[in-house]
């Protein structure tokens, strides 16, 4: 399963250090070189570590090809002050421009979002996507049906003292469910995967990152993810693949807006233990 170019391996054991999983040996006699151990392939997580880690490019996987992996390029790495900004401007939008986004724009991003960590290498992350207004409003206005159902009868415990407003809202013709945004993106996992939270979780994380360099803003859409765990009509308009109990939305387009400023936070609260 894996390939070694002996011209170009230095025998230096980096890859066998690297490997998770513990599946590369060095072969038998003097002139020795990197290989997989019997029955390593079946427990392979075919993460590519061996062929990232290997600074001479001897390494290869037969899933995970030498040629298929580009070479990390030093001049486009940030510095800490750049990575900084990068990670404090991003910011919740909720004002969108009326502007639909491309479907070339969303391929893209969907494309680096792939790239996010998965537990054990599972890559069960799956999409289901939505464009147009229209079609975003009726799955604000089922959300709203539901909430509601929930507020009726006045104050309850668990229901957020602002769902009434959400009701209110939409009555006068304001979506605050989904902020007449021109896309929802909905990343899902089956309630197999026991860290499918976790892994859609960080793909939305990745996506909602690389937005801005495409001019794009997203939100979590919080009010419809908790109708969308709840609501059967919901669920049923949204379509998810079946059995993917593991989900969250995230609204996608062009702000209306600009941000000039970064907003500080609380202070890290930490227990150190030693």
Same mark, same amino acid.
């Given at each position: 399963?894996?390939e ?47 062929v ?39 910011r ?10 491309? /479907? @070339? ?5 969907? =494309?680096?979002? $792939?790239?996010?960590?998965? &537990? %054990?290498?599972?890559?069960? +992350?799956?999409?289901?996507v ?6 975003? /409003? @009726? ?5 709203? =049906?539901?909430? $509601?159902?929930?507020?009726? &009868? %006045?104050?309850?415990?668990? +229901? ?47 996506l ?9 803003g997203t ?29 969250y939305?995230?609204?996608l ?22």
């Amino acid at each position: 399963m894996i390939e070694v170019d002996v011209s170009k391996c230095k025998q230096d054991k980096i890859c066998l250090a690297e490997c998770p999983m513990g599946i590369i040996r060095m072969g038998q006699g003097e002139e020795s070189y990197p290989e997989m151990v019997p029955g390593g392939e079946k427990v392979c997580l075919v993460c590519g570590h061996c062929v990232a880690v290997c600074p001479h490019g001897a390494m290869s996987h037969k899933l995970v090809p030498l040629e298929e992996c580009p070479p990390i390029r030093k001049e486009l790495a940030l510095d800490l002050e750049r990575a900084v900004q990068f990670l404090r401007s991003r910011r919740s939008v909720r004002v969108f421009k009326e502007q639909a986004v491309e /479907r @070339e724009k969303i391929e893209r991003l969907l =494309e680096i979002a $792939r790239y996010a960590p998965t &537990g %054990g290498n599972s890559q069960t +992350v799956q999409w289901t996507v939505f464009t147009g207004k229209e079609k975003l /409003r @009726e799955l604000s206005a089922t959300a709203v =049906e539901w909430i $509601r159902k929930l507020v009726e &009868g %006045g104050p309850k415990p668990g +229901v957020p003292a602002y769902m009434p407003l959400i009701v209110a809202g939409w009555d006068a013709g304001k979506d605050t469910v989904l902020r007449d945004a021109p896309a929802l993106l909905v990343a899902s996992c089956p309630k197999e995967n026991p860290n499918g939270m976790v892994d859609l979780t960080l793909a939305l994380s990745y996506l909602e990152l690389a937005a801005p360099t495409m001019g794009l803003g997203t939100c979590w859409a919080g009010l419809l993810q908790r109708a969308l765990m709840f609501w059967e009509p919901l669920k049923g308009a949204v379509g998810l693949p079946e059995g993917h109990t593991n989900h969250y939305p995230m609204m996608l387009g062009y702000p209306k807006f600009r941000y000039y400023r970064l907003p500080e936070r609380r202070p890290p609260r930490v227990t150190w233990r030693t």
